[in-house]
């Protein structure tokens, strides 16, 4: 079957935080802006899950809900399928999103004072988990070479061993950035905090959207020792556009931590799940996939769309090559570096929104991030109204 990943659809109406005019108001000062930012897709979900949903909601009984050996089996085929990576059902627990884990784990690994390392610039809800829950941030910064992203290992493994460290969270593919990180690199991270007995917390939620020419690899999966060290969060929200169905899978090999995290869940009575996304991610897992390929391709053609587009009309401004991730990392620094003013004049006199890179801490100034998961047309529209907007800062 061919999906249509052109059809527009009208998102109005629906209560969705990407494009509800009050909410675009207080982030970007306007109702009328045109949204990219929201790390949610335009396009209608994949017809199996639809179907399921269908004979789920006809049922016409909503009550508490348990999770069947079966939704435990999609999970765990996937993962092996897709990353060659064989998890068991008793690792697997449930978090209702990533972002809630990350601070139920924190909660769980961390002790107020102690600090967190990360990679910025970065997804902003890891500084603000880390903070909210009392610890510091320790960051590593990526280094920009010209063309795409690299880990300062010196700088790493100086930061994982200062004191207090106790845990690093890897955002992998990286979110803004979109690198795909190789397995040398992941070897490198997961031998430096082992040595130093810092727990991996590895933020896979991007993992399926991977482009040709790239392999992503589970942290995970590498040897016993990493699994035995990190906790992998994974979740078919971005790769099947689930996000409000709430569901991530928490995957602890470690019997141990995998206890200790499962009993502060049970403290905060974290556990029962949704009735509607049980159906919808067990057939998200087991018929996606052909859905996913072709998605994959029409990601790749507007990440050529973005690049052809910005040569033409603002030729010095450049798309990172994305590896990963439906999320595009633009750099405008040549147009102009104070992020209050390119932030704000893109969102004031281009009427469009985008995530502010200096949202994602430091090194995101100049750049800002486009969520390119939608239509060519609104994508085309975005795009015209961005690049309108910027040469207004500077003509060059
Ligand atoms: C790296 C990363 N982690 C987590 C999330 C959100 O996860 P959840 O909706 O499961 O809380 C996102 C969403 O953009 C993300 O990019």
């Excluded at 979740?235 to 569901?247: D, I, M, V």
């Amino acid at each position: 079957m061919k999906y249509n990943f052109d059809k527009v659809i009208d998102r109005k109406g629906t209560n969705s935080s990407k494009w509800e005019p009050a909410i675009l108001k207080q982030m970007f000062n306007g109702e009328d802006v045109l949204p990219f930012w929201v790390a949610d897709m335009d396009f209608k979900v994949a017809p199996p899950i639809i179907d399921a949903l269908k004979k789920r909601v006809e049922h016409g009984i909503y009550g508490y809900s348990t999770r069947p050996d079966s939704y435990y089996e999609a999970i765990i085929n996937w993962t092996k399928r897709r990353f060659g990576w064989e998890i068991k059902k008793d690792w697997i627990l449930y978090a209702p999103g990533i972002v809630p884990a990350i601070n139920y784990l924190i909660q769980t690994f961390c002790v107020p004072g102690e600090k967190v390392l990360i990679q910025q610039p970065v997804y902003y809800p890891f500084a603000n988990a880390i903070e909210n829950n009392g610890c510091h941030v320790a960051n590593n910064p990526l280094v920009f070479n010209g063309e795409d992203y690299e880990i300062d290992f010196e700088d790493f493994e100086e930061k994982v061993k200062a004191p207090k460290v106790t845990a690093f969270i890897l955002c992998s593919p990286h979110n803004p950035v979109s690198r795909v990180w190789t397995k040398e690199e992941l070897e490198k991270i997961g031998e430096i905090c082992l040595e130093n007995d810092v727990l991996v917390i590895a933020d896979e939620i991007h993992n399926d959207l991977v482009y040709s020419g790239f392999t992503h690899t589970m942290f995970a999966s590498m040897n016993e020792e990493f699994a035995q060290n990190s906790i992998t969060c994974t979740a078919p929200s971005k790769t099947f556009n689930l996000a409000g169905l709430q569901t991530s899978n928490i995957i602890i090999p470690n019997r141990k931590l995998r206890l200790k995290f499962e009993s502060n869940l049970e403290r905060n009575s974290i556990g029962l799940q949704n009735p509607l996304s049980i159906v919808a991610i067990e057939a998200a897992y087991n018929e996606g996939e052909e859905w996913l390929e072709q998605l994959l391709v029409y990601l790749a053609a507007n990440v050529k769309f973005i690049d052809n587009y910005l040569q033409e009309n603002l030729p010095h401004a450049r798309l990172i090559k994305p590896q990963g991730t439906y999320l595009g990392w633009l750099d405008l620094r040549k147009y102009e570096t104070n992020a209050d003013i390119l932030e704000g004049t893109v969102a004031k006199e281009g009427k469009v929104g985008l995530d502010g890179g200096s949202w994602f801490g430091p090194g995101g100034a100049g750049f800002m991030r486009l969520n390119y998961a939608c239509p060519r047309k609104l994508l085309e529209e975005g795009l015209v109204r961005l690049c309108k907007a910027v040469r207004g800062i500077k003509q060059i």
